[in-house]
């Protein structure tokens, strides 16, 4: 068995070389479907791993635009429409520096099995640019916005291909897009989530990823017999993701201790609640990426430089970027007392760090965890289509009910005695629906 995976993924390496953050996605996701892919012979034969590896349609193009100085600038955009199997490609844009196509093709295979396990009728998709919005002005951002949409906008629509934010891409950044979509378009479609909540957006969609987050590991701690309220939280990051994840942490009576940025993090041993949550939107605001202002303005610990995967809590939830918690994290963690780790990132961790994190606590992973923010994305989509909006209430309840059921197909295929495989569970319930969709379909 072990011999066969090799050979696959040294297939594929062969033929997309230099991409590791693809080779590691697909990686995790081949070691857990191996012995069920080929325990069914028709998948096999209709080589339907293979062709899940390979993105149904890839789009490279340049983005000129003009900087407040009026000097040209040049940055390379993407799409990467990975499979539509269950329905239009669906996956957020990501504009930051690191962007390269092995990081989108990455998380448009994630995107796959996460929007799979959602039970919503969603492809996976992902898309972004180069480009950091970090220290541009706003008339900078939209230009660059209108001139990547003038040619993104041929390739997507609310029935093809279904964009919405990402790292970098917040609401300012959708408006611009789908403004110039609009514009070029001349019709005012769903064809963008994320927008805002007077024209088409969804309530409870800023906070979604982090709420659905909690939400599952409510469900994971259920099984163990315990509840958020009383539990030491550690958190990565202090965007959207985060700062959901603490607003719901805070209501549901857990502690947050910890938040992070690139230029370090921050120890709040009393916790992150009330106006420090509302801070957190302000650091956002201002475009620093930082997260040190936090430390002076509530006379907290701030530690530069590091992350704060060495500091004492029960629970860990990575909320920033793809492998931001190695191994030498996750032995910190587990040896300080943490006996769950939940990705609120998308593949938050090395591989060696699952690996790890697996034999010693309950972990889960992206795919699962953090489905909440596409999952209300996508009820976003069937509010635009029925021209209607729904209340607060109606939507996080809606978002409940997904994320328990995320939780159910993770235990039904990961169930192995009285422990959770959540990585094996998440990934055979997410390929099995693409699988069946793909045979269903023929070979196109």
């Known amino acids: 068995m072990k011999a066969e995976i090799i050979e696959f993924m040294e297939s594929l390496k062969q033929r997309t070389p230099g991409e590791k953050e693809f080779h590691q996605a697909v990686q995790e996701v081949a070691e857990s479907v191996w012995e069920f892919y080929v325990q069914n012979p028709r998948y096999r034969k209709n080589k339907i791993l293979e062709r899940?590896?390979?993105?149904?349609?890839?789009?490279?193009?340049?983005?000129?635009?003009?900087?407040?100085?009026?000097?040209?600038?040049?940055?390379?955009?993407?799409?990467?429409?990975?499979?539509?199997?269950?329905?239009?490609?669906?996956?957020?844009?990501?504009?930051?520096?690191?962007?390269?196509?092995?990081?989108?093709?990455?998380?448009?295979?994630?995107?796959?099995?996460?929007?799979?396990?959602?039970?919503?009728?969603?492809?996976?998709?992902?898309?972004?640019?180069?480009?950091?919005?970090?220290?541009?002005?706003?008339?900078?951002?939209?230009?660059?916005?209108?001139?990547?949409?003038?040619?993104?906008?041929?390739?997507?629509?609310?029935?093809?291909?279904?964009?919405?934010?990402?790292?970098?891409?917040?609401?300012?950044?959708?408006?611009?897009?789908?403004?110039q979509y609009k514009r070029l378009k001349n019709e005012f479609t769903g064809v963008f989530t994320g927008k805002g909540v007077g024209w088409g957006g969804s309530l409870i969609r800023p906070e979604a990823t982090g709420f659905g987050a909690v939400y599952f590991v409510q469900h994971m701690l259920r099984r163990l017999?315990?509840?958020?309220?009383?539990?030491?939280?550690?958190?990565?990051?202090?965007?959207?993701?985060?700062?959901?994840?603490?607003?719901?942490?805070?209501?549901?009576?857990?502690?947050?201790?910890?938040?992070?940025?690139?230029?370090?993090?921050?120890?709040?041993?009393?916790?992150?609640?009330?106006?420090?949550?509302?801070?957190?939107?302000?650091?956002?605001?201002?475009?620093q990426d930082i997260v040190e202002p936090y430390s002076r303005e509530f006379g907290v610990k701030f530690i530069p430089g590091k992350k704060p995967w060495v500091e004492k809590c029960d629970i860990a939830i990575p909320c920033a970027t793809q492998n931001e918690l190695?191994?030498?994290?996750?032995?910190?963690?587990?040896?300080?007392?943490?006996?769950?780790?939940?990705?609120?990132?998308?593949?938050?961790?090395?591989?060696?760090?699952?690996?790890?994190?697996?034999?010693?606590?309950?972990?889960?992973?992206?795919?699962?965890?953090?489905?909440?923010?596409?999952?209300v994305s996508g009820l976003e989509m069937t509010q635009n289509s029925m021209r209607y909006y729904w209340s607060r209430e109606e939507v996080d309840q809606r978002l409940k009910i997904i994320m328990q059921d995320i939780h159910a197909t993770c235990v039904k295929f990961g169930l192995s005695g009285s422990k959770v495989d959540y990585v094996k569970g998440a990934n055979i319930g997410g390929f099995v629906k693409v699988a069946e969709a793909m045979l269903a379909q023929g070979i196109v």
């Open 52 to 179: 899940m590896c390979e993105p149904e349609r890839t789009i490279i193009f340049r983005v000129p635009w003009v900087d407040d100085r009026g000097e040209v600038q040049i940055n390379r955009g993407y799409r990467v429409e990975f499979n539509s199997a269950i329905g239009p490609y669906k996956g957020g844009i990501r504009f930051h520096s690191t962007v390269t196509l092995s990081i989108l093709k990455f998380l448009g295979f994630e995107q796959t099995f996460k929007n799979s396990l959602t039970t919503l009728p969603m492809g996976g998709g992902k898309g972004g640019s180069d480009f950091s919005p970090k220290g541009k002005s706003d008339a900078e951002i939209m230009r660059f916005c209108q001139s990547y949409m003038t040619e993104l906008y041929r390739h997507i629509g609310p029935d093809t291909d279904v964009p919405a934010g990402d790292i970098g891409v917040g609401g300012r950044e959708v408006g611009y897009m789908f403004g």
């Open 225 to 287: 017999g315990k509840d958020v309220a009383g539990q030491t939280f550690a958190i990565s990051g202090f965007g959207n993701v985060a700062w959901g994840a603490v607003s719901k942490i805070s209501e549901l009576g857990g502690k947050v201790v910890t938040i992070s940025g690139p230029d370090g993090y921050v120890y709040d041993p009393d916790g992150i609640s009330g106006e420090k949550i509302n801070y957190m939107l302000e650091l956002r605001a201002s475009n």
């Open 326 to 375: 190695n191994r030498d994290d996750a032995e910190d963690l587990v040896k300080n007392g943490c006996w769950l780790v939940a990705e609120a990132s998308n593949m938050g961790c090395t591989a060696e760090a699952v690996e790890y994190l697996k034999e010693h606590i309950d972990f889960a992973p992206g795919k699962a965890v953090n489905a909440g923010g596409v999952a």
